[in-house]
């Protein structure tokens, strides 16, 4: 039962332009997301988090946004650069340390 | 440097062997969480400490899993008797808080030990 799903396994976008990772859940009492950024050979590194108060949260290039009536949640990255390569998990909590992790997208960004 | 590391970064065993997997700390860092990774998966939690204490293992999946924290600092995942399924990146990561309500807290992640059972 995947309660946090990310459906697009993989994605290329022209450098410049946005990148847009969705991720869905099905668990209501989740409360808090986050996006983590990982590279081959290496662990998974916090990139942005919203909390369910929230709607939108901005940090430079990347904005995470999240509908909780829809349970969906969007990673914005623009413009895109070609060091964003990489795969992006969303993890998602029940106000505890326990996340809940999706499968993850492969970005490629294209020079 | 500062980081979550993790030894060995590979292990080939071979089925029915014993495994201890190591994990380094952020120094200061009061939780301490483990990972397993499957192919083509996100991290699935296992276990948290919070210094030594082990407080939740409920995401171990058999009693051939047992991990420990015995000063709160180091934290070794053994596991006995290997079988394929074991074969997964195992994923140690590290964070300043401690306590239920965590999930703010930054997760920092080491860069996994790749476990291969043949």
């Known amino acids: 039962d995947q309660q946090v799903k990310q459906n697009s396994p993989s994605l290329s976008v022209q450098e410049g332009r946005i990148s847009i990772l969705n991720c869905d859940y099905t668990?209501?009492?989740?409360?808090?997301f986050l996006w983590y950024k990982k590279y081959p050979a290496e662990g998974p590194t916090f990139l942005i988090s919203?909390?369910?108060?929230?709607d939108k949260n901005e940090d430079g290039r990347f904005t995470v946004f999240l509908n909780k009536s829809a349970k969906h949640l969007s990673l914005h990255i623009v413009p895109s650069q070609p060091g964003d390569s990489a795969v992006y998990f969303c993890?998602?909590?029940?106000?505890?340390?326990?996340?809940?992790f999706g499968t993850g997208t492969r970005l490629k960004v294209l020079a | 440097g500062a980081g979550v590391s993790q030894s060995p970064r590979y292990k080939v065993a071979k089925r029915g062997q014993d495994v201890a997997l190591r994990c380094d700390p952020i120094?200061?860092?009061?939780?301490l969480f483990w990972y397993q990774q499957a192919l083509g998966q996100g991290p699935e939690f296992l276990t948290y400490?919070?210094?030594?204490?082990?407080?939740?293992k409920s995401g171990l999946p058999s009693d051939r899993f047992f991990a420990e924290r015995p000063e709160g600092s180091v934290s070794t995942l053994k596991i006995q008797r290997t079988q394929q399924e074991d074969s997964a990146v195992y994923l140690c990561?590290?964070?300043?808080?401690?306590?239920?309500?965590?999930?703010?807290?930054?997760?920092?992640f080491g860069p996994g030990t790749r476990l291969t059972v043949t």
């Open positions: 120094s200061g860092h009061v939780s």
């Open positions: 400490f919070q210094n030594e204490a082990q407080l939740d």
């Open positions: 993890a998602a909590s029940a106000g505890t340390y326990k996340y809940i």
């Open positions: 919203i909390s369910s108060i929230k």
């Open positions: 990561a590290s964070s300043l808080a401690e306590g239920l309500g965590t999930a703010s807290y930054e997760q920092y």
């Open positions: 668990n209501s009492m989740f409360d808090y």
